[in-house]
């Protein structure tokens, strides 16, 4: 019986070690920013970050955009081929040189599951079905709105064009809502594990007209070796301030583009093709 007792205790052990070895390996060693770039027209003003999170043996670097705006309609999305469409992408590159776009993002990649939520893009209406993910709604005032998992009732688009909703986004998870950490879902669409790294794509709304945009790269040994955690993005927002963020595609897609340039390494040699970005004009 002790010596049951013993193994026991022993195997605890292991496991309790294992447990800290991880949680300790997952806090870096050094939070830094390796550099900034600046725009501003007067109407538009955009400060870029350059963070680099360093651990023990890996690295991790995202970019962090305060995005300013003087009126709500600078920001707005575009889709591939310019049409609503399951098939159509296109790089995020190409569909914001097309608008004269200073700051783009890859959007929600609506078309991936083209059966489920609500699609709004700039005040049209697109789709109206139920859906299992979280929502993110943006108002004619700029405004953030959230619609947490499971809760948009299907066949109600035409009150939320009603009270001004201009843009939807159905992919999430939702990351921060009324400035608070948002619980992650044991399922969801993607993985929502605190040890999945993945590149990343997510935007924050500080308040009306101040956005942040944050693109984190990964899959790039030596350069940001695995990605960011869902959990690390939370942080991030909240500390920034935002009242509200949200996850968008990530892996392959998650890109930022400044004037026509890329300003991350995506994970492929390449851009890849999305179906929709989020962009941000004079």
Same mark, same amino acid.
Request: glycine share 8%.
């Given at each position: 019986?002790?010596?049951?007792?013993?193994? $026991?205790?022993?195997?605890?052990?292991v496991l309790c070690t294992g447990l800290t070895t991880a949680m300790a390996a997952a806090v870096p060693v050094s939070r830094e920013i390796e550099d900034t770039r600046t725009y501003d027209s007067g109407t538009l003003r955009v400060t870029i970050e350059q963070w680099c999170y360093k651990y023990k043996n890996t690295a991790l670097r995202?970019?962090?955009? #305060?995005?300013?705006?003087?009126? &709500?309609?600078?920001?707005? $999305?575009?889709f591939a081929g310019e049409e609503y469409s399951k098939n159509k992408a296109?790089?995020? !590159?190409?569909?914001?040189?097309?608008? #004269?776009?200073?700051?783009?993002?890859?959007g929600d990649y609506y078309n991936y599951k083209d059966n489920y939520g609500l699609i709004i893009r700039n005040g049209v209406l697109y789709? #109206?079905?139920?859906?299992?993910? #979280?929502?993110?709604?943006?108002?004619?005032?700029?405004?953030?709105r959230a619609i947490p998992k499971g809760q948009y009732v299907e066949g109600t688009a035409k009150q939320y064009l009603d009270m001004g909703v201009v843009q939807s986004f159905s992919?999430? &998870?939702l990351l921060v809502n009324d400035g608070q950490i948002v619980e992650m879902p044991s399922k969801y669409v993607i993985s929502t594990k605190d040890t999945i790294r993945e590149p990343r794509t997510a935007i924050g709304i500080v308040e009306n007209n101040h956005y942040i945009v944050l693109v984190a790269d990964g899959r790039r040994d030596k350069w940001s070796d695995k990605g960011m955690t869902?959990?690390?993005?939370?942080?991030?927002?909240?500390?920034?301030?935002?009242?509200?963020?949200?996850?968008?595609?990530?892996?392959? !897609?998650?890109?930022?583009?400044?004037?026509?340039?890329?300003?991350?390494?995506? !994970?492929? !040699?390449?851009e890849r093709n999305v179906s929709d970005i989020i962009y941000f004009v004079n």
């Open positions: 019986m002790k010596r049951k007792l013993l193994c $026991t205790l022993l195997v605890l052990l995202f970019f962090v955009a #305060d995005v300013y705006m003087t009126r &709500p309609d600078q920001m707005r $999305t575009a296109e790089a995020t !590159s190409a569909i914001a040189a097309r608008h #004269d776009a200073v700051l783009a993002i890859n789709r #109206d079905k139920k859906s299992n993910c #979280d929502q993110l709604l943006v108002f004619a005032d700029g405004s953030f992919f999430g &998870p869902l959990q690390e993005m939370q942080e991030f927002f909240q500390q920034r301030g935002a009242r509200i963020a949200y996850n968008m595609d990530g892996g392959g !897609s998650a890109t930022m583009i400044m004037n026509g340039e890329r300003v991350n390494k995506t !994970s492929g !040699s390449r």
